[in-house]
């Protein structure tokens, strides 16, 4: 379960520079823009209120579970986020950057309206269930980004 107690001091967007630093801190500017993308995409279906909502969301960001290696990083940049700490890690900061554009929409979507990704790795080795169904790839870095049929 998701420490919920540093996560509530966070605002929404800081939890999507977070997601979009443990998703895609080894892309390009761009990459880490779909990442967070995706999520604004998610944003707009309406079964969200808050970035937060859809980063949090159980088993939709692997960053975020528990058993994912990004996962106690991830609780000690929030730690410092909701102390205040200055953040000194660039990298943190270009995703919190981010975060910022694509939450006031002055970031302009790089991914066709796609609502999901996966690495093009894991697609060549065994694409998750989830992925078979897809339609409108577009790989940006190491993610293709796509839309499932329903």
Known sequence: MINDRILKELS???ILGLTIYGE???ESIEGQVAVGCVIRNRMSTGKYVTFGQ???ENEQFSCWNENDPNYSMLMELADKLAKEEVITNSHLRQCLY????IKSYAISDNTNGARHYVTKKLLDEKPPDWAIDRYGDKTIGNHVFFNIHK
């Open 12 to 14: 929404p967007q800081e």
């Open 98 to 101: 981010i975060a910022a554009g």
């Open 54 to 56: 859809v980063c949090l």
């Open 24 to 26: 895609a801190r080894g």
